[in-house]
Each structure stands twice: as structure tokens, then as C-alpha cells.
């Protein structure tokens, strides 16, 4: 049994003041509340999802608008608004502005937010500590770009949607005045291209930068992203698509020990290392390596792609460190829960098969 230090656990904080913005189907709204409700439940966050019509012979276990209401209401997330919509995916994205203008309410809503049904946020208090920064009554665009700069490169400076973009209640004023323009144009890029074309052609308002907030553009082993000894990231994306680790899954043990401890980082004695909920490792750097690294120094153990240039992680991760071959890993993969006990078991594998077991009782 080993003590350790955590932060302390409060009550959620109150963000009624923030309305988040969804476009997806109702099909994915009761895998989308795993991720919902880690972040939100209790909260009094308003939440406006824009799905497609319903589909019953294409999705036979959609539930109706009537039973996800429900579903959300008892996961602690009561302020749900659903609107159905005959539009494709990446018009509903930029519908939302018009959609999210018609629900604000007047001397509550202080913000808004257009996030994807798989972007994860490990603590509200954190996000609505950042938006608090700025003042709701002026136009603030606040978000973060891709982590690869050849995607800056290429897109341009814009926030970009998986890692979560705010907005103020005054710029959704003025972008609502042009919502037909902005829904019609058609520029061939992503909902939050559109969204960011809709900013920049009808206001003077520009992107504030928030970092803590990842995209995650990066393909197959996210590992060292996660294991780095840094501070825990506001949000993450694709972790269901390019990469898998389920957030929800890996943030379990924060009904112990509070949100703040997940991917909290652990150094034993020994040299081995834990990310709580995520890994236990040891690396194999030799001293001449380990002596060019600095402790927050971020593996590079994401696939290069045809679209990496020698720059593309400099402004967003750096500092990295080499992938390291000869690592010792286990990943946490199931989660048990007994009695007041969250038990983790982290697993070794090499092609597939399981080599060694750790598990981690937190009480």
C-alpha cells in the first residue's frame, strides 16, 4: 500500500453560462454521453445537438429524441436541446451558429462552444478557468490550431473544431446576421473551416490561442503524448479514430481520486513510471541520452506522414525525444470498480499477447 498526494475534490463547477454546440446523429448520442458526461454531468452546462433525421431502418437502435433526453437527464445532464436537421453533416456544423444564436439566453449565456461528439475534456473547471480570462462582453474567437504546422501551413490560423472553439455571445451576434451566408458558402473544407471563413469574412474578431487544448493530428501511437510529464491537457480528439484509447476508460479512476489525477504523472525509485489511468513504463535511454533530455520532454512516437515537415511539431510539442524502441509498457486496459476500490490493471503485450499484469488498486 503506498500513500500519495492528490488534489483535492470539489463539487463541479457551475457553467451555466457556456452552451455547447454538437452536430452529430442520434445514433451516437449514447456513446457520445460516455464521453459527456465525465466533463459535464452536474454542471448545468446547456447543451444543443443538431442530428440528422431520424432513420429507423438504417439505425434500429437510435433511440428517439424523446429517450436521449431522457438517457442525458439521469447521467446528470438535464439542459439538452435537440434539433433535427435534413442537412449533411458539415451544414449542420455551420447551422449550429444560427441554432445556438436562437438559444441563448438573455443575461445567462455567456458563451458558446461548436465541439465534435468525441472531443474529451478531462476537467471543466479548468476550461471555464481559461474562458475566464476574457471579457464575455467583447467578441472573442478563442481556440487552437493542429499541432502539425503543415497543417497551419496549408489551412491557415484558425480554431480548430475536435480541440473545442469558443465564442463569445457578441460575435455569435454578428455571425448570426450572416447565417445564410455562412451556411451557404461552400469552400470544400471542414465545418470549421467554414466556421472560421464565416469569422473572418463578416467580423474583425481573430483567434485567441488557448494551449491545453489538442486536436491530436497525430496517426496511430499517441503514447508519448500521453505519457509526457506535463501538465494534464484541457482536451483531446480523435482518440475513437486515428488512435484509440478511450478517454471515459482511462479517466474511471477519477471517481477516487478526483479528475485532477488523471494522467497525473508517478516516478518511482526504480526508474519505472505511471500516467495514472494510461501507462506504466520504463524507458531504456542510456545516460548520454538521458543527459541531452529534459524531464518534460515528450516522446516522439507518433507514424511520420507524407505531410511531416522538419518543423511540424516545433511550435506545439517540442521538446521531443526519440522513440524509444527498448521501452518496457503497460497499458491500462479494463477497469474494475469493488466496493469503494477502482482497480486498474495495466497489461504487457507483444504481438497481441499478453506478457505481464500490474494492477492498481486506488481506495
Known amino acids: 500500500t503506498v500513500q500519495v498526494n492528490v488534489a483535492k475534490q470539489g463539487s463541479q463547477p457551475d457553467a451555466s453560462h457556456l452552451t455547447i454546440g454538437v452536430a452529430t446523429s442520434l445514433s451516437r448520442l449514447p456513446e457520445a454521453l460516455l464521453n459527456f458526461k465525465h466533463w459535464a454531468a452536474h454542471t448545468n452546462v446547456h447543451f444543443v445537438i443538431i442530428v440528422e433525421l431520424p432513420d429507423r431502418e438504417k439505425h434500429p ?15 446528470g445532464i438535464p439542459n439538452l436541446t435537440l434539433v433535427e436537421s435534413a442537412k449533411d453533416f458539415l451544414e449542420r456544423y455551420v447551422e449550429l451558429i444560427g441554432v445556438l444564436h436562437d438559444h441563448v439566453e438573455p443575461n445567462k449565456t455567456k458563451w458558446v462552444s461548436f465541439i465534435d461528439d468525441d472531443t474529451f475534456f478531462f476537467r471543466m473547471e479548468t476550461l471555464l478557468a481559461r474562458l475566464e480570462k476574457y471579457d464575455p462582453d467583447r467578441s472573442f474567437y478563442v481556440g487552437q490550431t493542429s499541432e502539425n504546422k503543415w497543417n497551419v501551413d496549408d489551412g491557415g490560423i484558425f480554431a480548430i473544431g475536435g480541440a473545442g472553439v469558443f465564442m463569445t455571445v457578441p460575435l455569435l451576434r454578428q455571425l448570426a446576421a450572416h447565417r445564410e451566408e455562412c451556411e451557404s458558402y461552400l469552400p470544400g473544407g471542414a465545418g470549421d473551416v467554414r466556421l472560421a471563413h464565416c469569422i473572418f469574412t463578416y467580423t474583425t ?6 494551449y491545453g487544448l489538442y486536436q491530436l493530428d497525430l496517426h496511430i501511437d499517441v503514447t508519448g503524448f500521453y505519457e509526457a510529464v506535463r501538465p494534464q491537457p484541457i482536451s483531446v480528439h480523435h482518440w475513437k479514430t ?26 518511482f525509485r526504480d526508474g519505472w513510471q505511471m500516467t495514472n489511468g494510461f501507462s506504466i513504463i520504463k524507458y531504456s535511454y542510456n545516460e548520454t541520452e538521458l543527459a541531452s533530455q529534459i524531464e518534460a520532454a515528450m516522446e516522439h512516437t507518433w507514424k511520420l506522414t507524407i505531410w511531416d515537415i522538419p518543423t511540424s511539431w516545433l511550435y506545439s510539442l517540442a521538446p521531443l525525444k526519440p522513440k524509444d524502441e527498448g521501452k518496457i509498457q503497460y497499458m491500462m486496459e479494463k477497469v474494475d470498480y469493488d466496493q469503494d476500490q477502482v482497480i486498474l490493471y495495466y497489461v504487457r503485450r507483444r504481438n497481441g499477447a499478453g506478457e505481464g499484469l500490474i494492477r492498481v488498486a486506488w481506495s
Open 61 to 75: 437502435k437510435e433511440p428517439s429524441i424523446a429517450e436521449a433526453k431522457d438517457m442525458y437527464a439521469k447521467a
Open 205 to 210: 474578431t481573430k483567434v485567441s490561442l488557448e
Open 242 to 267: 486515428w488512435h484509440h484509447h478511450d478517454m471515459p476508460t482511462v479517466s474511471a479512476v477519477s471517481s477516487v481520486c478526483g479528475q485532477a489525477c488523471v494522467l497525473q504523472h508517478f516516478k
